[in-house]
DNA sequence: ATTATTTTTTAGATTAATCTAAACTTTTAT
DNA sequence: ATAAAAGTTTAGATTAATCTAAAAAATAAT
């Protein structure tokens, strides 16, 4: 069995290396670890004698298969845990990921079942991201960032790239939700903020950083 | 903050010394925690040096008034899970015990009140144990062990007092559970076993070791 | 009141996760 | 192509939680 600091390092590595496809520094890996390079070579050790993932000295990490799914099974305890909390407990979506950073290393295959019936097998998270099923497989939907989308057209907001709490609360307080139809209906040349559409009720102005991290579908 | 560790001993102190009634050894706090009196004494000191526990050298150790409510606020969130386990997602009560030793641990203030208000304010736990209120109170009833009960007369099943799986699960399969009407329409002499009649529909014979395990109110 | 038994503590190791500082390798710049 | 800079690893400590074996204290038995 792996320790929650294991568990942490192979969902980092998920994450950094874009669900397998390159490699993660070992400098990244301890930025996102908030510790120190040191630390993250001794565990990059442990984790490749464990064929979790694969270990080039002075070249990075990668997952292995066996690493992966355990990733996936740790993502998907963390977002069936967020859509309790949200759906059920009545958190709002800022206030999820830092508790569910906890739940998600509780070891109860009975439970994540019978969580997962409780909230009626959702298929993605409060922040639009894609909970993997049982077997650790991610339905992938294709969206594209808002701030590339054309303009008049409307769409759907699916999903927020940053689910940092200060955006969420931002994107909450402009009125912007996940499933809100949108439309840009001007966009300024010179910075590349846009004027949005909000269920054609409400107008909004965000900026060409927030549009980027706004994934939407047409 | 306290770490996994130093929560589950405070946790073990707490019900061994009946709530803080008695002095706890070295060796029965070895025993429950699985390990051995020289971790204990390590353990100790340093709960002690944290003003947790007041511990005699030699004598033993019991909780000091902050180490009490660090303990009656872990027992409120095992037992609020535990309900949780059972009201909400189905579990048996005789599957939520371990689950419930890691939930205890989670860290979020949040996270216990919501979840107290989605189940109601509960103030029993699916054994029929209290659950502290959030200031760490206990609301004590007076229950007695079935076995001690007079004959023929009615009482309810209130708590259990040995929570084993296996207890739990021989409970279920004779028909015995939180709330049942009973009562005792044979004893025998020779070794206290019972014949106890449930909800006036089925009679069932149960050890006296058994009838010492449930508590009932008249 | 000694002696024997039981209980508890201390001393010294071990393992996981972390750190700092020094050494080494790779990459970048001249 | 060499030197400088950046990135990574190694060596050696540290802290929390644990262990075994030996020493010490308390309790029980003669
Ligand atoms: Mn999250
Ligand atoms: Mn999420
Ligand atoms: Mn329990
Ligand atoms: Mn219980």
Same mark, same amino acid.
């Given at each position: 069995m792996l320790s929650y600091t294991e568990e942490n390092y192979l969902k980092a590595i998920y994450h950094l290396s874009n669900a397998g496809e390159r490699l993660v520094s070992t400098n990244e890996l301890a930025e996102t670890m908030q510790t120190k390079p040191a630390s993250v070579t001794d565990m990059a050790k442990k984790l490749s004698a464990k064929n979790l993932i694969a270990y080039e000295k002075y070249y990075g990490v990668n997952l292995l298969k066996s690493g992966k799914q355990e990733a996936l099974q740790i993502i998907r305890k963390h977002r069936l845990w967020e859509t309790f909390l949200v759906d059920?407990? !009545? =958190?709002?979506w800022d206030e999820v990921h830092e508790v569910a950073e906890q739940l998600e290393?509780?070891?109860s295959g009975l439970l994540i079942e019978k969580l997962d019936k409780f909230l009626e097998y959702?298929?993605? @998270?409060?922040?639009g991201h894609p909970i993997p099923d049982p077997s650790g497989k991610i339905k992938e939907v294709k969206q594209i960032p808002l701030a590339e989308f054309p303009v008049y057209k409307k769409c759907t907001i699916r999903a927020v790239k940053n689910g940092s709490p200060s955006f969420l609360q931002y994107l909450s307080k402009i009125g912007i939700y996940i499933d809100a139809s949108v439309s840009i209906v001007d966009k300024v040349? =010179? @910075? !590349?903020s846009l004027e949005v559409s909000i269920d054609n009720k409400k107008r909004v102005f965000i900026s060409r950083e927030a549009a980027q991290n706004l994934m939407v579908t047409g």
């Open positions: 059920k407990l !009545g =958190f709002t290393h509780i070891q959702p298929t993605v @998270d409060p922040h040349e =010179f @910075d !590349g």
